[in-house]
């Protein structure tokens, strides 16, 4: 069974670094295609902050555009989130996803249990 697992989160200040990260534990994964992270703040609906291809191509939203680097490892099927300059409202659980292909011809859009990221002023 492919799980998602994510490390990572945590407290930091204002203007602070963390870096998440997120694998895949299984064997059966014969291709990984895109990994997103999403982030859900309190109150608010989940929102997609960056995504990367299986060609290494990235997209960001916005207000995370140059503070945040997505990259992946495809020999680790891990995917990364390095986030700088962190404000308060970064504040969120922040949640990887893996769209894949098992070795039996499962598709399957899979989801990391989530790991709290608090930026304290």
């Known amino acids: 069974q492919v799980q998602l697992v994510e490390s990572g989160g945590g407290l930091v200040q204002s203007g602070g670094s963390l870096r998440l990260s997120c694998a895949a534990s299984?064997?059966?994964?014969?291709?990984?295609?895109?990994w997103a992270w999403y982030r859900q703040a309190p109150g608010k609906q989940r929102e997609l902050v960056a995504d990367?291809?299986?060609?290494?191509?990235?997209y960001y939203v916005d207000n995370v555009k140059g503070r945040f680097t997505i990259s992946r490892d495809n020999d680790k099927n891990t995917v990364y989130l390095e986030m700088s300059s962190l404000k308060p409202e970064d504040t969120a659980v922040y949640h990887c996803?893996?769209?894949?292909?098992?070795?039996?011809?499962?598709?399957?859009?899979?989801w990391g249990q989530g790991t709290l990221v608090t930026v304290s002023s």
């Open positions: 996803k893996a769209d894949l292909w098992t070795f039996t011809g499962r598709y399957l859009e899979l």
């Open positions: 299984s064997g059966s994964i014969r291709r990984i295609n895109t």
């Open positions: 990367i291809t299986s060609d290494g191509s990235p």
